[in-house]
C-alpha cells in the first residue's frame, strides 16, 4: 500500500511538472512571437517609411506607452536622467556645497553646507556669486539648472568664481575644488519638551540609518524618554532603510513588512536586533503625503501597537519597484511586488480607474472633504483588521492615523497665498539680511537666544509689507490680522534657517503644526494606556 501510494505520489509530480513545463514553454513561444513582432514592426518602420525616422525616439516612446498600460508607478528613465534620480536616496552629489536661492536674476549662497568646499575657501551666507569662471551670472534669467550645470562637476575638478560680499567694493576672488556633498534626510532633530524629543525625516535614503542614530543617541543624552518621528510628506525611498528604521522599535522576530506578487515569492523583513528606542513613548506624525516607505514604519508601529500614529490618511504607495538595466545605460522601474503590513493590510490603494484619477487621489480627497472631517472616510468590514492588543486598524491603502488631524485652513488667507506666489517671505528675509545678518548674529549668538528675544517689531513689519507691494501682492484690510500668526511665524522660521539652520526652521514653524501641538498634548497624558500601547 505504501510502495503504491508513493509510486501515485511521483507519478502525480511527474503529471504536475509536465503540465507547468508544457505551460511555461507555451508562454515562452507566446511571448517569442511578440517579440519578434515588435522587432520585424520597428525594422519595417526604419527601413520603409516615408520620412526619416530617429529609432532611438520611437523605442524610447514605445517603452514608455508600454509601461502606461501597467501601473502608476512603473516608469522608464532615460540614461541622462539615472544618476540624478540616484542623487536624493544615494545621499550625495558631487559640487561646491552651497545652499542658495535666486534673488533678482542673483545667486545668493543662504549658507555654505557644513564641512563642504565652499565652507572651506571661506565663502559666507549672504555672498552673491557674480562670475563663474569667466561667465557672468548676475541679471541674466538665472535659472537653478544654469546653477546645477555651472557648479556641479567631477570631484576634485576646480572652479572660479567672483563674489560681491557687503562691506566689500570689489569682487573677492574664489577657486573651489569640488568635492563630493552630503545630501541629508534628516531636516531636524531637537528636543520639544524635556522628555520629548523630535525627528524630523525627509526621505528614506542610504545615509537616513547613520543620520538618524546619532540624532537619537544626542537626544537620549539630553534626556528625552519619548520620541516624536516626523514623517509628514515623506514619499518615501530604500525599502532597506524603512525596514532598518523600524526595526529600531521594535523587538526582534516581529514582522514589520512582507512583500508578495505574482511571480515572486514572499518575502518577509523581521526585527532582528535591539534597536535604539524599543521602549519609551512613540509617536509618528503622517499625512497625505507620507508614501511608501513612510508607510511601512507607520504600519508597523501601529500594527504592534507600538507607539500611535497622529494626522491623516497616507498616501497609499504600497508597490515595490525594482529597477532594470537596458542597453546604453537607461533603465525601468518595474513593479514586481505589493508590501503589507503585519496584520496583513495592503499599502496600495486602487488604481484601476487609470493613472489621471489615480494621481488626481488628493484633490479627491480635498473635495470629498476627508482631509477635513475623519467622518468622510468610509471603512468596510472587510478591510478591518486586528492588532495583537484587540485595537482596530484599517486597510484599503494608506495608513489610517489613530488620532485623525483635520487639514487648518483657517489662517491661509489671499494675502498668505499671494506672498508665497510671489516669492515675497524668502526674498525679503535675504534682503533684509544681507545688511543685517552681522548686527543680528552679534545681538543674537545662539538659535535659542535668537528664538526667546527676537520678535518682529512695527518697523520690521512695515518695511515687509512695502516690500511686498513691490511684489505686488495685493493687501486687503484685514486681511493680516487674521493671518498675523501664520505671517509672523513663517517670517521667524525662515530667520532662524537662515541664521542658524533648518533645524532651526522646524523649531519655529512647527509652533503652527496641529499634528506636532497634539502629538505633546498625548504624551502628557493617559492615552498610550487608554489605547493598551506597548512602551515600557
Known amino acids: 500500500m505504501k510502495k503504491i501510494s508513493l509510486t501515485l505520489c511521483f507519478l502525480f509530480v511527474a503529471i504536475f511538472g509536465t503540465f507547468a513545463q508544457q505551460k511555461i514553454e507555451k508562454q515562452l513561444n507566446k511571448d517569442s512571437i511578440q517579440y519578434d513582432k515588435?522587432?520585424?514592426?520597428?525594422?519595417?518602420?526604419?527601413?520603409?517609411?516615408?520620412d526619416s525616422v530617429d529609432s532611438e525616439e520611437l523605442v524610447e516612446n514605445a517603452i514608455i506607452g508600454m509601461l502606461k498600460e501597467l501601473d502608476p508607478h512603473?516608469?522608464?528613465?532615460?540614461?541622462?536622467e539615472v544618476n540624478r534620480m540616484n542623487e536624493p536616496l544615494e545621499g550625495n552629489f558631487e559640487g561646491i556645497g552651497i545652499q542658495f536661492n535666486i534673488l533678482n536674476d542673483t545667486l545668493v549662497v543662504v549658507a555654505p553646507i557644513s564641512g563642504g568646499p565652499s565652507e572651506e575657501v571661506g565663502i559666507a551666507s549672504g555672498d552673491k556669486i557674480i562670475f563663474v569662471g569667466k561667465e557672468n551670472i548676475a541679471g541674466t534669467g538665472l535659472q537653478n539648472s544654469d546653477v546645477q550645470r555651472l557648479l556641479r562637476g567631477k570631484k576634485g575638478t576646480l572652479v572660479e568664481v567672483l563674489i560681491k560680499r557687503n562691506g566689500e567694493n570689489d569682487l573677492l576672488p574664489f577657486e573651489i575644488k569640488r568635492d563630493k556633498i552630503p545630501i541629508y534626510s534628516i531636516d531636524a532633530s531637537y528636543m520639544a519638551s524635556p522628555e520629548t524629543g523630535y525627528i524630523k525625516v525627509n526621505r528614506f535614503a542610504r545615509t537616513t540609518m547613520r543620520e538618524f542614530v546619532q540624532a537619537i543617541d544626542t537626544l537620549k543624552r539630553d534626556g528625552a524618554r519619548n520620541l516624536i518621528l516626523d514623517l509628514r510628506g515623506n514619499g518615501g525611498g530604500y525599502l532597506t532603510t524603512a525596514f532598518q528604521l523600524a526595526d529600531q522599535f521594535l523587538g526582534a522576530g516581529k514582522m514589520i513588512v512582507y512583500t508578495e506578487g505574482e511571480k515572486q515569492i514572499r518575502q518577509e523583513?523581521?526585527?532582528?536586533?535591539?534597536?535604539?528606542?524599543?521602549?519609551?513613548?512613540?509617536i509618528v506624525l503622517i499625512d497625505e503625503g507620507s508614501a511608501s516607505a513612510s508607510e511601512i514604519v507607520s504600519?508597523?508601529?501601529?500594527?504592534?501597537?507600538?507607539?500611535?500614529i497622529i494626522g491623516r490618511r497616507s498616501f497609499g504607495k504600497g508597490l515595490v519597484q525594482k529597477?532594470?538595466?537596458?542597453?546604453?545605460?537607461?533603465?525601468?522601474?518595474?513593479?514586481?511586488?505589493?508590501?503589507?503590513?503585519?496584520?496583513?493590510?495592503?499599502i496600495q490603494r486602487p488604481y484601476d480607474e487609470g493613472k489621471e484619477s489615480y494621481y488626481n487621489e488628493l484633490n479627491r480627497r480635498f473635495e470629498?472633504?476627508?482631509?477635513?472631517?475623519?467622518?468622510?472616510?468610509?471603512?468596510?468590514?472587510?478591510?478591518?483588521?486586528?492588532?495583537?492588543?484587540k485595537r482596530v486598524v484599517y486597510g484599503g491603502g494608506g495608513i489610517m492615523p489613530d488620532i485623525f488631524i483635520p487639514l487648518d485652513t483657517a489662517l491661509n488667507t489671499e494675502l498668505n497665498r499671494n506672498l508665497i506666489r510671489r516669492g515675497a517671505y524668502n526674498q525679503f528675509v535675504l534682503n533684509y539680511l544681507n545688511r543685517n545678518r552681522e548686527e543680528l548674529k552679534i545681538k543674537y549668538t545662539s538659535f535659542q537666544s535668537f528664538k526667546t528675544c527676537f520678535a518682529l517689531d512695527d518697523q520690521l513689519m512695515d518695511e515687509f509689507f512695502i516690500f511686498a507691494k513691490k511684489k505686488k501682492?495685493?493687501?486687503?484690510?484685514?486681511?493680516?490680522?487674521?493671518?498675523?500668526?501664520?505671517?509672523?511665524?513663517?517670517?521667524?522660521?525662515?530667520?532662524?534657517?537662515?541664521?542658524?539652520?533648518?533645524?532651526?526652521?522646524?523649531?519655529?514653524?512647527?509652533?503652527?503644526?496641529d499634528s506636532y501641538i497634539e502629538a505633546l498634548k498625548v504624551l502628557k497624558g493617559d492615552s498610550f494606556k487608554e489605547a493598551k500601547l506597548n512602551f515600557e
Open 38 to 50: 515588435f522587432g520585424k514592426l520597428l525594422y519595417t518602420v526604419v527601413s520603409q517609411y516615408v
Open 74 to 80: 512603473s516608469v522608464y528613465i532615460p540614461e541622462k
Open 269 to 282: 523583513y523581521k526585527a532582528t536586533r535591539i534597536g535604539t528606542f524599543e521602549t519609551g513613548k512613540l
Open 299 to 308: 504600519g508597523a508601529v501601529q500594527d504592534w501597537d507600538r507607539g500611535m
Open 323 to 346: 529597477p532594470f538595466n537596458l542597453p546604453e545605460g537607461s533603465m525601468i522601474r518595474l513593479t514586481t511586488a505589493r508590501y503589507y503590513t503585519p496584520t496583513g493590510r495592503s
Open 368 to 389: 470629498n472633504g476627508e482631509l477635513m472631517e475623519k467622518d468622510s472616510i468610509n471603512f468596510p468590514d472587510s478591510l478591518t483588521y486586528y492588532t495583537p492588543n
Open 473 to 513: 501682492v495685493k493687501i486687503e484690510e484685514g486681511e493680516y490680522e487674521k493671518s498675523k500668526k501664520l505671517i509672523d511665524t513663517q517670517l521667524n522660521a525662515l530667520f532662524a534657517r537662515n541664521l542658524y539652520s533648518v533645524s532651526a526652521y522646524f523649531e519655529i514653524i512647527n509652533e503652527l503644526n
